[in-house]
């Protein structure tokens, strides 16, 4: 039978299926089939992955947003679903999604005193590799909300500006950490009443204002140490704290400047006791030259009352505030003020705002940081002067926080210590004060402290003491300032809001 392939046909065709050469190349080209499509399919998932992290990122941020808008009456309850999705249409750009859907819904205060706004968006990421295996679109989600009302913050920040703190950098690095503290408090409130916030500078004393010269809570003239104490303490106030000079005759004995508070109607008296003796009137008169400086109350630790929150009252002299004449008493404190409206730049110096107090702040004087302390756990209490924090309403949970930085030990109140050297009896009193905030009959108080330690200095026993559990931070140089102020604000603000 003649074959009907041609001789030289055969013969490539034996010589082909013989051949070896190549197989490696032909191999390699199947099994990066596989390959390819699974490259392709990662890359798919990621554009997805990505996409549904922008999304995530949209509907946290539109769901805060509207909460604030409705909270600050800017909208109404029919207005949320349209606000939610007006902030998220102009949030998310990823331009390759389809079918992005947004709902929203808002529920007003439960039983707990929360009011909530659930957002869920969705969406689907075209195929490209996938399509070779029937899946046209990746669907995707996200899910945020955004609840308040639960709990409300109130923040006494306690501010070291003591003369050391001018030194590393370490003041502009507080001031800069405290405003952007601020700016996060104030992120986390959707109502006026959400987050307020208290300034405590401190040194030495605490400056209350001098627009405080006339207050009931001051005591100018010790009238509860007449007969305990000193039965010739006279109205007046000696230009040195030191309790050697603390009366009149001593302080002149010691050549150091005596202030009167009042006058005789006979001018030839200049003392309480020497005017009331002589049958003449005593009037009191606050000094023109007090520049709004207060000492620790209670000076025989009779009552303990540097450490307690016993609001001051007239009938009680000792648990008033004792006014003093101090050279180095610093920039006054700012009573508690709505962080929702703390509208002013980060850079102002008014005095009368948030901010601008904290810009204002100059350092000199001693190191007391119990007062410091003291003053900023009255701030979180009292609804009455020197205060007048705003009250606590029924139906909403309340924290309330201290922050306290400092960057030196305690070298003097008015007892102890001669306001350069480590006084472990300052120490001892702040211990003690510590021990009653943190009390729980006391009230539930979270105390967070700083340690600003740029020179080395042994860690502090005392500020750890005061902290809650894990809320001493120790900074070693100005930078870290900012550190430990962004955790704080990132502990407090997980109280506001839930995501």
Known sequence: MISLVPPRLRKSIATFLAARDGNVAVLFGIASIPIIVSVGVAIDYSRAAS????????VDSAALMASKDYGSGIIRESEIPAKVDSY??????????SNVTVSTTFTKKSSDGTSTVLVTAAGNMPANFLKLAGVDNIPFNATATSTWGATRLRVAIALDITGSMNYDGKLP???????????TLKASA???????????PFNQMVNVGTDKINASWL???????????????????CSSSNLKYRTAELCKAG?????????????EYETASECQSRGKTWTEKRSKEWKGCVTDRDLLHTYDNDTTKVIP???????????KYYSQCGPSMLPMKSAFEANEADTSTDPTTIKGRINSLTAVGATNQSIGMHWAWMALQLQSPPFNSPAKEDGYKYTDAIILLSDGVNTKNYWNGDGSNYSPEVDARQRTLCQNIKNPANGNTTVFTIQVNTTNDPESAVLKYCANDGQFYQSTSADQIKLAFQAIGSSLTKLRLSK
């Open 51 to 58: 996409a549904r992290t922008a999304m995530q990122s949209a």
């Open 88 to 97: 998220f249409r102009a949030l998310y750009t990823a331009s390759d999604a």
């Open 173 to 183: 690095a507080m001031k800069l950490a405290a405003v952007q503290l601020v700016n």
């Open 190 to 200: 959707t109502t006026r009443d959400d987050v307020y916030i208290a300034i405590i």
């Open 219 to 237: 005591d100018w003239h010790g009238k509860l140490y007449d007969n305990q104490y000193d039965s010739k303490k006279e109205y007046g106030s």
């Open 255 to 267: 050549n150091k400047v005596w202030t009167f508070f009042g006058e005789c109607s006979d001018d």
């Open 313 to 323: 009252t007239v009938a009680e002299p000792a648990t008033l505030f004792v006014a």
